[in-house]
Structure formats: C-alpha cells, structure tokens
C-alpha cells in the first residue's frame, strides 16, 4: 500500500491546491476575483440502469470553487457530449480546435462580461489540469495533441 504522504514524488498524482495552485498564486493571477483556475474532465457513464449504452461528456470544473462545490450541477461548464452506445475503440472524431481557441482568447486577453450591477469586467480562466482514465487520454486527448501540431 502507497503511503499517502509519498504522491509529492509522483509528479501527475497531485492535489489542484498542490505546486500549480501555488504558481498561479505566486503569479499573481488568483488575486483578482474574476480569474479562474479550470479542469478539463473527459468521462463516460451510463445514463441508464441496468444499460450497457455509455455516453461521454467534456466539462470543465471551476477550482477556484470549494471542493463541496465543485462538482455541483450547477457549477459544470459542459463543452461537449460523445454519443454512445459504446465508448469509442481507438479514437475520437471531433476537433479540439473551438475549445482550445476559447481557452486561449480566455487566457491571453479574456472575456468581456458584465456583472450583474452593470459594470463591465474581464474574466481571465487558465486550465491547470486535466482530469480523465488512461483510455480518455488515448482516445480523446491524444489525437487533439496531434491535431493542433
């Protein structure tokens, strides 16, 4: 059984309040309210019981939330479903591309928002990690990687 107190050496088992959290801080970038830190999360699940029909979806996650919240419905940014019935065989047939582009305008120069009192604001999100199995890697991250090279 692995100690707990071990995963520090293991560099991609890490708690989000971990290293990145601390860079961003550091950075400066956690100290406006209207910045956030993302998780991409790939994932497949049945919608049914007693079903074999699996249906994927690509979320984003806030972790700037606490984590009781984090994962409430309401918090989930869905960017994408991958239909079933069955998880795919090798890979993904859908481009990576409005995603990324999003998150890069995102990053580099931000959306123009308005708050709820009028004033008008910029939201800057960064995406820190990726969440998903080794076989969402290989079936969906890989061939983005390949894709935007």
């Known amino acids: 059984m692995v100690n707990p107190a ?29 910045n956030f830190l ?5 994932d497949w699940f049945s919608p049914f019981d ?27 940014i869905l960017v994408g479903i991958i239909p079933g019935p069955t998880e795919p065989k090798h890979t993904i047939n859908s481009s990576p591309a409005p995603l990324v582009q999003e998150l890069q305008k995102a990053w580099v ?23 998903c199995d080794i076989l969402a890697t290989r079936r969906y991250l890989a061939s983005w990687v390949l894709e935007l090279h």
């Open 38 to 42: 993302l998780t991409l999360n790939v």
């Open 6 to 34: 071990d995963f520090s050496k293991y560099r991609y088992v890490c708690d989000v309040y971990g290293d990145v959290w601390k860079s961003f801080v550091e950075s400066g970038f956690l100290h406006l309210p209207l």
């Open 109 to 131: 120069s931000g959306i123009a928002g308005t708050t709820p009192s009028g004033v008008q604001t910029v939201i800057r999100v960064a995406l820190s990690c990726v969440a």
């Open 50 to 76: 007693c079903s074999r029909y699996s249906v994927g979806a690509i979320y984003l996650t806030i972790q700037n939330l606490p984590r009781s919240l984090r994962y409430h419905p309401d918090k989930i």
